[in-house]
């Protein structure tokens, strides 16, 4: 896990590597364990590096193959480099070190660009093919590595983070203000190209962007999604069998490492059951828990933590986030670069802080709420594919017993919501794209309400089940995305690296494939998993219905001591100057948050959204870039 950096020259000048150590030194907090830069003609290259596998300074990078034809900065880890290496050295290539890095290097001389199709990981690397004059820049299938770039006629520069294109650009901190709007009413971010940043683009997920010394730039997918229909029948059984075998291989592969590992312990079942597989697999050795545990009723998690805690042998760290967030909330934003679309980031913040100098690896739970359909706005989607079997006895009796489950975890008016809206999906009309949780249009100036589109496409391709749909909307569009985003730079602000279990590319592709009716059984969420870890969780934690996420009191930390500071935020006259929001639309909203007539999450969006303004289009983040050796504000 590092951060990576670098140049290519389309104007026949050579390449500064001052320019590109500039660019790595911004993301020294990716890598705190090394420093290096590569110059050759058009092309510089530069890494900072935290060592996760193979300390040694033979694993330094940029790293070159045997004839130096080929320099790679990489970042991330490709899990099955072990399985790799053998038929690589069968081709006579010759390794010097003992990482995985060298794995890309060699697998591209032997396949080229489909290298990628063989790894199993993370990544986002820059390789420079001296022989072809050409940069090659891949993403993992899914996304959980960032890679940015920019290009003009004159130069193409990229990076693991916006900030260190910024720092010799700072020109490119314009926002896209349309691209804010469709944020802030939906919390969507990053699921294409495109970023917050006008002129700054990302290279997306599953995708690899070959760009030549004379500018010509060509992007190539690589990996698919398969389809729902594509699936053969499989029964509930098999489905939680194959789950079971493939997340044990998961957490397996993911296990490889020179340095110590925890996991984030949430409570619930998914972090829960990698515990689980790791007691397993590691045969009685200690593991590193930690958790955010809230002192506020309502909140807490604290009995669901302490089951699984006393339930293996864990070693337990806890941590209770302050109040006192507004101080913290810069920071945050400074290395997200990006407005928040909620506030459960901030307690895996403070998981990352508290695991700090203690591992240097956290294995997450993310990403199964959305492949298996954890939440419990997917009941929407479950009840209309249920809704559209009803006519037979068998799918009547189906969806009554669904409903009666749905009723043990929400309320009856919230029931009869969820059922309204399956009953809309089956009739055709569209799924709202959120204006969520209180959001409304006319928070904004005219001009950016226009911009919006207020509904997403429910519509199903053959055979796909409304909650399939859905699931693979928000594995690729609406959720994963923004979860692997906050995850990275949460992370990798206290030199950490988060590996996570649920998103390896073979699970995804099995769950994607089952049909939506085993991924919600009868209103039973994640069936598959529960039966999957029934017998091998603690029953308060394998049956639990009732799970929060990241939950967070955020509500009254604002209406006790934060509400005068947003208000003095959200309506100085910089931020009227913007013209971003109705003013007098924003007071008012103000009014009736305090007044609990308002959920918090618009007002959050639009507080994060004029701290992070303030950091990057208005320079208040410029003294971080000048001093060359300062990480962190």
Request: with cysteine; hydrophobic share 40%; aromatic share 10%.
């Amino acid at each position: 896990m590092c951060g990576i950096a670098g140049i290519l020259r389309f104007d026949g000048a050579n390449a500064d590597p001052a320019q590109a150590r500039l660019m790595a030194r911004v993301l020294a907090h990716r890598g705190p364990d090394g420093e290096g830069v590569h110059a050759s003609g058009p092309a510089a290259l530069a890494h900072r590096r935290l060592a996760i596998i193979d300390l040694s300074d033979k694993a330094a990078q940029p790293m070159f193959n045997e004839d130096g034809a080929l320099w790679l900065v990489f970042n991330g880890e490709i899990y099955n480099y072990v399985e790799l290496r053998p038929s690589l050295r069968a081709r006579h290539h010759r390794f010097v070190s003992d990482t995985d890095s060298e794995v890309i290097l060699h697998q591209y001389e032997e396949d080229g660009l489909d290298c990628t199709r063989r790894f199993n990981g993370m990544w986002a690397f820059g390789l420079w093919d001296s022989r072809r004059q050409e940069l090659i820049l891949s993403r993992d299938r899914l996304g959980e590595k960032p890679l940015y770039y920019f290009a003009d006629s004159s130069e193409l520069l990229f990076a693991s983070e916006i900030k260190a294109l910024l720092a010799l650009r700072p020109d490119l901190a314009e926002p896209d203000l349309p691209e804010l709007a469709r944020f802030l009413a939906t919390g969507w971010m990053e699921t294409g190209s495109e970023t917050f940043f006008r002129r700054i683009r990302q290279v997306p997920p599953g995708h690899t962007l070959t760009v030549s010394a004379s500018g010509r730039m060509a992007l190539d997918r690589y990996w698919e999604l398969p389809r729902e229909e594509e699936y053969g029948p499989v029964s509930p059984r098999q489905a939680a069998d194959t789950i079971r075998e493939l997340l044990e291989d998961s957490v397996r592969l993911r296990l490889r490492s020179d340095v110590p590992i925890g996991t984030c312990l949430s409570g619930g079942l998914d972090s829960s059951s990698v515990v689980d597989i790791e007691s397993r697999l590691l045969q009685g050795r200690a593991i590193h828990t930690f958790s955010s545990i809230f002192e506020v009723n309502g909140f807490s998690e604290k009995r669901f933590i302490e089951a699984v805690n006393s339930a293996y042998h864990t070693v337990a760290h806890r941590t209770t986030p302050s109040s006192d967030f507004q101080e913290i909330l810069p920071r945050i934003l400074w290395h997200q670069e990006a407005p928040l679309a909620g506030p459960g980031i901030y307690p895996q913040w403070c998981v990352m802080a508290l695991a700090r100098g203690k591992v240097k690896v956290l294995f997450d739970g993310l990403g199964a709420e959305e492949l298996l359909g954890g939440y419990f706005y997917y009941y929407s989607e479950h009840l209309a594919d249920l809704w559209a079997h009803a006519r037979t006895p068998a799918g009547a009796s189906a969806l009554v017993e669904a409903f009666g489950r749905i009723l043990r975890r929400v309320p009856l008016r919230e029931a009869a919501r969820l059922l309204r809206d399956g009953v809309r999906r089956v009739r055709g009309e569209p799924r709202p794209a959120g204006f969520q949780a209180g959001w409304h249009a006319d928070y904004l100036v005219p001009d950016l309400a226009d911009s919006l589109n207020e509904n997403i496409d429910a519509s199903c391709g053959r055979k796909e089940s409304f909650l399939g749909k859905v699931l693979r909307d928000d594995l690729t569009r609406t959720s994963v995305p923004k979860l692997l985003h906050y995850a990275d730079r949460n992370s990798m602000a206290h030199g950490l690296e988060a590996r996570i279990p649920f998103l390896d590319y073979r699970l995804v592709e099995f769950c994607l494939k089952l049909p939506g009716r085993l991924r919600i059984e009868t209103g039973t969420t994640k069936a598959p998993l529960r039966r999957a870890m029934r017998g091998f969780l603690p029953p308060i934690i394998a049956e639990r219905i009732d799970k929060k996420g990241f939950p967070e009191p955020l509500e009254c930390w604002l209406k006790d001591g934060g509400h005068d500071w947003v208000r003095g935020l959200l309506l100085s006259e910089r931020t009227r100057s913007r013209g971003i929001f109705r003013m007098d639309r924003l007071g008012k909203a103000l009014d009736e948050h305090r007044a609990g007539l308002l959920r918090t999450l618009p007002l959050y969006r639009a507080l994060t959204l004029e701290i992070w303004l303030r950091l990057f289009q208005d320079g208040e983040g410029a003294p971080l870039f000048a001093d060359r050796n300062l990480a962190a504000p």
